[in-house]
């Protein structure tokens, strides 16, 4: 099983990005999917999830109003749209998938999420 990111880079203060996050290895079927990002020198946090069934999104009050999460369940992806950049979203952004999780309970199970990409890094500058 295969959980890959794509899309970080370099961006100016106010700009915009947006993640992919492609699973391989089996369908992800009533499986919870969701972003975490860790800062050099800070503990992983959450960012964002969304369940399998009705699409339920839950996000940190950090990203809330410039973020936001979806998924294609039949492309077994999912996405993560950035605008309004600012540095303190400076990390590297991990995706995650876990069983039949609601997205609010992958906040709370954290680092106990069961699969996890690789990460990919974004820099914003000021």
């Known amino acids: 099983v295969q959980l890959v990111e794509s899309g970080g880079g370099l961006v100016q203060a106010g700009g915009s990005l947006r993640f992919s996050c492609a699973a391989s290895?089996?369908?992800?079927?009533?499986?919870?999917m969701g972003w975490f990002r860790q800062a050099p020198g800070k503990e992983r946090e959450f960012v964002a999830a969304?369940?399998?069934?009705?699409?339920?999104?839950y996000s940190a009050d950090s990203v809330k109003g410039r973020f936001t999460i979806s998924r294609d369940n039949a492309k077994n992806a999912m996405y993560l749209q950035m605008n309004s950049l600012k540095p303190e979203d400076t990390a590297v952004y991990y995706c995650a998938a876990d069983f039949s999780t609601s997205a609010q309970a992958m906040g709370v199970r954290m680092n106990y999420n069961e699969y996890w990409g690789q990460g990919t890094q974004v820099t914003v500058s000021s």
């Open positions: 969304i369940s399998w069934i009705g699409g339920s999104t």
């Open positions: 290895g089996r369908t992800f079927s009533n499986y919870a």
